[in-house]
């Protein structure tokens, strides 16, 4: 028997863009149609079902839920703010609340307004100022009922995923570009920190606890080499640590948001740069199993991962870890052999708050579309109908009593 810590913060979570549906001012939106990809659509209409899926979440024993707020539904216009928009926001964290659910609101979850990518974007100077004043907007209202906030969502894969390898909006190829955007969202994290602290001096509210959910994959090579070595560095530096340690600089961080779904493994075969920056070992000598995007399963890698953010002196909140595919009993093997490595985590001294998994609704994966199923609900995207998956009923029982059997 595994038993967790009291007051342990456990539940799943979502992103607006992916669940939400018909986002139609933001960025996403056209580029879907203009590169003939899946379009989001109605995702799973939880803009209008969000009290459905709180009574399941509800039911599933989960005291905390991760959820973000849809930037371009705020201000669908430079500077033009939606009053309408932000009571819906507000809605749904009373439907939380009213459930006893602690909301953990992210800002910005990949997204942004239509209007704020033609400006330039996140390669823009006024993103910073810009993001900030969308975040005053809503903080102020939400302060007095949301105490865990993440101000940006996995900056270094948005910052590689849109500016480095072109699978995003807007599929730049230039990691200037790139190292732009992630210094900017860093810096509109730390101003945002502060901006979120002063808010809640001013309205004589407790100290909330703000963090980014970072996404860290567990780096290894398979064999030893000088290259290799170097690899794991430098990696290691610019995916997982930089962002950390520059944040911490600024003291701008009460706990770490850890986002872990698998391991990088690592075999360099020349020097150039690309090589040593991305791409996997494409051999397959030390095959794992995969998920359904081909992703190696590696529940060790959360444990060496964790171990490593022990030197920040931080609380971590597991803020993301799931699998998509379509054989759930694989679904609950993951969970299972992810929560032991938590645990033994803890065992050796990694002060962890709390596990979210990815996700409480099967959803739209971005430029993957509709086919991967994260969700510990299935949704039929014909009828929208919720079916509560096995697995998701084996991880309330964790989440009622803290103990893994
Ligand atoms: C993470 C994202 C999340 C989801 C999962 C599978 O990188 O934060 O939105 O797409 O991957």
New binding site residues.
């Given amino acids: 028997m595994i038993e967790f810590p009291k007051h342990f913060l456990w539940g799943s979570a979502t992103?607006a863009y992916?669940v939400e549906g018909n986002n139609t001012n933001s960025d996403w939106w056209p580029w879907e149609k203009q590169t003939g990809k899946e379009n989001s659509g109605a995702a799973c209409r939880h803009y209008e079902l969000y009290g459905q899926d709180f009574d399941l979440a509800k039911d599933l024993n989960h005291n905390t839920h991760r959820l973000s707020i849809e930037w371009a539904r705020i201000e669908p216009l430079e500077g033009e703010f939606s009053d309408k928009e932000l009571k819906h926001y507000v809605d749904v964290i009373f439907a939380l609340k009213a459930r006893n659910i602690e909301p953990m609101v992210t800002l910005h979850?990949?997204t942004n307004p239509i209007w704020f990518s033609q400006l330039g974007g996140w390669e823009n100077s006024r993103a910073v100022g810009l993001f900030s004043r969308y975040c005053e907007f809503v903080v102020s209202v939400l302060a007095k009922h949301v105490h865990y906030w993440i101000t940006i969502?996995?900056p270094t894969?948005y910052s590689s995923h849109a500016y480095i390898f072109g699978t995003w909006p807007p599929q730049a190829k230039s990691l200037l570009k790139a190292k732009n955007v992630q210094d900017n969202q860093t810096w509109a994290h730390i101003k945002v920190y502060s901006l979120i602290n002063k808010i809640y001096k001013e309205q004589n509210l407790p100290k909330p606890v703000i963090g980014i959910a970072h996404?860290i994959s567990a780096v290894y090579s398979c064999k030893d080499s000088l290259r290799n070595r170097l690899a794991i560095f430098l990696r290691d530096q610019v995916y997982n640590y930089w962002i950390l340690d520059n944040i911490l600089r600024h003291k701008a961080m009460d706990f770490i948001g850890l986002?872990y779904?698998s391991r990088m493994l690592v075999d360099v075969k020349n020097w150039s740069l690309g090589s040593f920056l991305w791409g996997n070992c494409p051999d397959n000598h030390q095959p794992l199993k995969k998920n359904s995007l081909g992703w190696d399963i590696y529940p060790q890698g959360l444990l060496r991962v964790l171990l490593k953010l022990k030197k920040y002196n931080l609380p971590v909140i597991i803020t993301?870890n799931?699998i998509c595919t379509n054989d759930d009993n694989q679904r609950w093997e993951f969970l299972y052999d992810h929560l032991k490595n938590v645990h033994l985590a803890i065992e050796q001294g990694v002060d962890v708050r709390g596990y979210l998994y990815?996700s409480l609704l099967d959803n739209f994966?971005?430029h993957n579309g509709y086919d991967p199923r994260?969700g510990l609900i299935d949704v039929n995207y014909t009828t929208f109908h919720r079916t509560v998956r096995e697995s998701a009923r084996k991880f309330a029982q964790v989440c009622k009593n803290g103990v893994l059997e």
């Fill in positions: 992103s992916q979850h990949f969502n996995e894969i996404h986002n779904y993301e799931g990815w994966e971005w994260f």
